[in-house]
């Protein structure tokens, strides 16, 4: 596709479940980025990937969080046994490369996840 | 790691107005974006400054960068309310980390 995409653009689930989140970045595009924003927050950075490698998991906040990308391609951010406080919106971006000190991130539209 | 600080954090004008958001780096800025994010949407990539000095333009809204203040500013002319939205400034990967910066955001309403 022309640009990001992310699936499913909202999800609502019970609290204790375990949630997927897919991200489908621009095609050729090396390095894959996850944040997160809380209402009325800014953009919180959990993970990235270069290639099919994360060497920056610093951002994850707990271990219920985790992600995974294959094929330089699709990547799936999973939240085990969701709390009210990971309610926000999940954001993917992708962007040429990474490591090179200015690299346009490109975004994708978000998937919202209530946690009731 | 570098901070981006933006301001002001929220902004109500009035339909034709002009008006400038700011965006504060704490370290020196090499290069920086701007990002529009709509109520519930993504973000839509606006520009990106890389020189010092550099402008831009984009239909009404021209951003500056002067590296000598570590700053950025966004000027929207004769505003409409279709500039509503939340307006972010980013900064890329710098000293070895490959995790780019973004501001909390300004939150512009704009009212017709």
């Known amino acids: 596709g022309a640009g990001v995409s992310q699936s499913p653009s909202n999800k609502v689930t019970e609290k204790g479940k375990d949630v997927e989140l897919r991200c489908d970045p621009i095609s050729g595009h090396t390095a894959l980025y996850w944040y997160r924003q809380r209402l009325g927050q800014g953009l919180e950075f959990l993970i990235y990937?270069?290639?099919?490698?994360?060497?920056?998991k610093s951002g994850l906040p707990s271990d219920r969080f985790s992600a995974e990308r294959t094929g330089e391609s699709v990547s799936t951010l999973t939240i085990q046994r969701t709390q009210q406080e990971d309610s926000a919106v999940y954001l993917c971006?992708?962007?040429?490369?990474?490591?090179?000190?200015?690299?346009?991130?490109?975004f994708g539209p978000g998937t919202r996840l209530l946690v009731l | 790691s570098q901070e981006l600080e933006q301001s002001p954090q929220s902004l109500i004008v009035q339909e034709g107005k002009n008006l400038t958001i700011n965006c504060t780096s704490s370290k020196t800025l090499y290069g920086l974006y701007w990002y529009k994010q709509k109520y519930g949407e993504g973000l839509i990539f606006l520009m990106m400054l890389q020189k010092g000095g550099e402008e831009k333009s984009h239909e009404k809204i021209t951003a500056k960068l002067d590296e000598k203040k570590q700053q950025s500013s966004l000027h929207i002319t004769a505003s409409q309310p279709s500039h509503a939205g939340i307006y972010l400034c980013?900064?890329?990967?710098?000293?070895?980390?490959?995790?780019?910066?973004f501001g909390r955001g300004t939150s512009l309403i704009v009212h017709p």
């Open positions: 980013g900064a890329g990967a710098s000293g070895g980390s490959y995790i780019p910066t």
């Open positions: 971006a992708s962007s040429l490369y990474s490591g090179i000190l200015q690299e346009t991130q490109y």
């Open positions: 990937f270069q290639g099919n490698s994360a060497p920056d």
